[in-house]
């Protein structure tokens, strides 16, 4: 597989952001993670100071597993489409609050159990982890290479942000998986409540991923192989994105449980991809407290959202647009002298 090398936000204007904080007038170190959000963005951006964010993408990516017919979410599998079709509706909460964060949506259907017209979807569902594999190799390929053809559709077209986001029923249960796996965490240390599941549903989550796991396990260093074992296209072509927009150099908002489990099989195929993205808001689901950890990324916000359609992203999106106007207008002391 052809991955170019990540070249890494620019230190140069870093620095240049670092040291002109420094001549605010304001307290030392007063605007705290504000002025560390525009510093990142004038890295990524390789300019100082840096614009804000004006052409916001966020990417939902859909697909349906076959692992929910365990009984591991509040939701039956054929709730996904109806999911769906409210982002396009513009009635979920993510479509609701875009606009607001000057963001707009793109829904890429990589494995709705339906037929699609989307060109890059992949197959109709993905395999019930726990007793077979979730793609096939090709699949696999196929849709993590949808992931990067997507992004660069999107900054071919001026996307300036990405926020790669999910929406699939069983989905969190197949991210558990691979964020147990790729930490050594043991199955009930990764599971929480996802959809808003009972206790009894919390109990064949965690037996689902615990017989997933045991047949993810001997690929923990193959990260495709642990795609298509216990991943499913959604997580293939999520993947893609991460990678590619590190290659396109552009900046990313992480969100989300799928999106994090995502990342950190990114993070293996491409070693230096984590520096373009900013890890959005802290989730209450345990594995990706665990793949944020893997990652050393930070959360700007604490929203105790568990949603993983971009929703706690797009909250965010304002702060950097905050942090990139203080950056460029705040008056410097020498201005006041």
């Known amino acids: 597989m052809d991955i170019p090398a990540i070249t890494p936000p620019d230190a140069e204007f870093h620095r240049a952001a670092v040291a002109r904080h420094a001549e605010l007038a304001v307290p ?187 047949r993810a396990k001997p690929h923990v260093r193959d990260p495709l192989a642990l795609l298509r074992t216990a991943g499913g296209t959604d997580l293939a072509a999520l993947t893609g994105i991460l990678v590619q927009a590190a290659v396109r150099r552009t900046p990313v908002l992480v969100d989300g449980l799928v999106v994090g489990a995502a990342a950190m099989i990114a993070d293996d195929l491409s070693p230096g991809a984590r520096a373009w993205w900013l890890a959005a808001q802290r989730s209450p689901e345990p594995a990706m407290a665990l793949a944020l950890t893997h990652l050393s990324l930070t959360p700007v916000l604490d929203l105790d959202l568990r949603t993983g359609d971009g929703t706690g992203a797009v909250a965010v999106l304002p702060l950097l647009q905050m942090a990139a106007r203080v950056l460029a207008e705040t008056a410097t002391l020498a201005d006041l002298a």
């Open 28 to 214: 030392l170190g007063g605007l705290g993670r504000l002025a560390e959000l525009g510093c990142w963005l004038a890295a990524a951006q390789g300019a100082c100071p840096p614009l804000p964010p004006a052409r916001p993408r966020v990417v939902v990516v859909a697909a349906d597993h076959g692992i929910a017919a365990a009984g591991v979410s509040r939701h039956p599998g054929s709730a996904t489409l109806g999911q769906v079709q409210s982002v396009r509706e513009h009635t979920a909460p993510v479509s609701v609050l875009a606009p607001v964060s000057g963001a707009s949506i793109r829904v890429l259907d990589v494995g709705l159990d339906h037929d699609s017209p989307d060109p890059h979807h992949v197959r109709r569902g993905s395999g019930r982890i726990d007793r077979e594999d979730a793609l096939t190799a090709e699949e696999t390929e196929q849709a993590f290479a949808a992931g990067r053809a997507v992004v660069d559709e999107e900054v071919d077209a001026g996307a300036d942000l990405l926020i790669p986001a999910s929406l699939g029923v069983g989905a969190t249960t197949a991210a558990s998986t691979l964020v147990s796996a790729l930490s050594g965490a043991e199955p009930v240390a990764v599971i929480g409540r996802g959809s808003g599941i009972d206790d009894q549903g919390w109990m064949r989550k965690a037996a689902a991923v615990r017989d997933a796991l045991r």
